[in-house]
T-cell receptor, first 114, second 115 residues
């Protein structure tokens, strides 16, 4: 158990819809990262938050957005969903203060758009 | 920008044989290097990491990796594999010198261990 919790584990939705994926980081971790894993693109970094503020942005579509709340949990919002958005979405956390740590990953949310 | 190349997409091997999974990276700054393993329908689990110091790092499940700065490589090795090592393995790089930062992953290597 990595200590990172993602909900839901599976999500099936129709094209055009909007979904929210939730992530609770490890206790004490201030950084949250979102990654998308698909067969054709591999593991792609989407976005990073640190203590509530956006720190880095990767290949995140404009239809996608994220935020990190005061209790440090994070949500990834995906809207106007397309078939190509079907993927495994991972959340990871790291970065307790100045100590260098690796990123710990959740079990992922498998999104299927039909 | 950083990039990671895993030179083999699939590696089949027999049980108890040695294995090497190859990883090369590109970066203009100092880096931290990681190997993660992903079992079917699961998240990524850290196998080992190189942050600084000794270039030979040991991880869980008998895996080790060697950081070679001149060749910009971080190959993963295990002297004797088990059926349970069958999984997908990812090499990743991150900017060094910070306590946090995004990971850039390679495309993954599927290791299949045959009896």
């Amino acid at each position: 158990d990595s200590g990172v919790t993602q909900t839901p584990k599976h999500l099936i939705t129709a094209t055009g819809q909007r979904v929210t994926l939730r992530c609770s980081p490890r206790s004490g971790d201030l950084s949250v990262y979102w990654y998308q894993q698909s067969l054709d693109q591999g593991l792609q970094f989407l976005i990073q938050y640190y203590n509530g503020e956006e720190r880095a942005k990767g290949n995140i579509l404009e239809r996608f957005s994220a935020q990190q709340f005061p209790d440090l949990h994070s949500e990834l919002n995906l809207s106007s969903l397309e078939l190509g958005d079907s993927a495994l979405y991972f959340c990871a956390s790291s970065g307790s203060g100045s100590r260098v740590t690796e990123a710990f990953f959740g079990q992922g949310t498998r999104l299927t758009v039909v | 920008a950083q990039s990671v190349t895993q030179l083999d997409s699939q590696v089949p091997v027999f049980e108890e044989a040695p294995v090497e999974l190859r990883c090369n990276y590109s970066s203009s700054v100092s880096v931290y290097l990681f190997w993660y393993v992903q079992y079917p329908n699961q998240g990524l689990q850290l196998l080992l990491k190189y942050l600084s110091g000794s270039t030979l790092v040991k991880g869980i499940n008998g895996f080790e990796a060697e950081f070679n700065k001149s060749q910009t490589s971080f190959h993963l090795r295990k002297p004797s594999v088990h059926i349970s090592d069958t999984a997908e393995y990812f090499c990743a790089v991150r900017n060094g010198g910070t306590s946090y930062g995004k990971l850039t992953f390679g495309q993954g290597t599927i290791l299949t261990v045959h009896p």
